[in-house]
T-cell receptor, first 110, second 111 residues
């Protein structure tokens, strides 16, 4: 079974903090994605990566950056957390045709 | 542009059939998907259909694809309370490689 693991289920951070969300997949997939999910807005793509050290902006990259130093790991970084980044964050990996998701990280910025 | 649209809510009685609808804009998408999200969980791939198919059936699930109208639907037969969840329609545009999701339809099943 494909496994996509996000480092935390719940996270509470203070405004202005630098926040790291980690995601690891065990199936050697090239593609990895970070989405955020908000009620009524569905899933919006923040960043994605087709390969190690490669990244591309999604629909809402402002306030975020990413890192992919190893194929299995894709990190999402909030450079200076703000309250409007309170959300559910979902990581996914994909061989191409379809994506497998982690369990999500619910981040609250206070 | 790329866009996937779904209605936000659907309520049915246990034992009835549920039909969740979705419209998409990229007619060249090769794959179309349905994902299920239970409360507090990530997304689980429920089923998918290739664009050269009109219908796919998998136990209680039936997916219908109307390419002319760019309309995708998911029918759940004999809906159970355990089917209560948010259902997302998604497509992968051929050049994009990234999943484009609809807003999600929250299915509520009443006993």
């Amino acid at each position: 079974d494909v496994k996509v693991t996000q480092s935390s289920r719940y996270l509470v951070k203070r405004t202005g903090e630098k926040v790291f969300l980690e995601c690891v997949q065990d199936m050697d997939h090239e593609n990895m994605f970070w989405y955020r999910q908000d009620p009524g807005l569905g899933l919006r793509l923040i960043y994605f990566s087709y390969d190690v050290k490669m990244k591309e902006k999604g629909d809402i990259p402002e306030g975020y950056s990413v890192s992919r130093e190893k194929k299995e790991r894709f990190s999402l970084i909030l450079e200076s957390a703000s309250t409007n980044q309170t959300s559910m964050y979902l990581c996914a990996s994909s061989p191409r045709e379809y994506a497998f998701f982690g369990q999500g990280t619910r981040l609250t910025v206070v | 542009g790329e866009d996937v649209e779904q209605s936000l809510f659907l309520s049915v009685r246990e034992g009835d059939s549920s039909v969740i609808n979705c419209t998409y804009t990229d007619s060249s998408s090769t794959y179309l998907y349905w994902y299920k999200q239970e409360p507090g969980a990530g997304l689980q791939l429920l089923t998918y259909i290739f664009s050269n198919m009109d219908m796919k059936q998998d136990q209680r699930l039936t997916v219908l694809l109307n390419k002319k109208d760019k309309h995708l639907s998911l029918r759940i037969a004999d809906t159970q309370t355990g089917d209560s969840a948010i259902y997302f329609c998604a497509e992968i545009p051929p050049l994009g490689g990234k999943l484009i999701f609809g807003q999600g339809t929250e299915l509520s099943v009443k006993p």
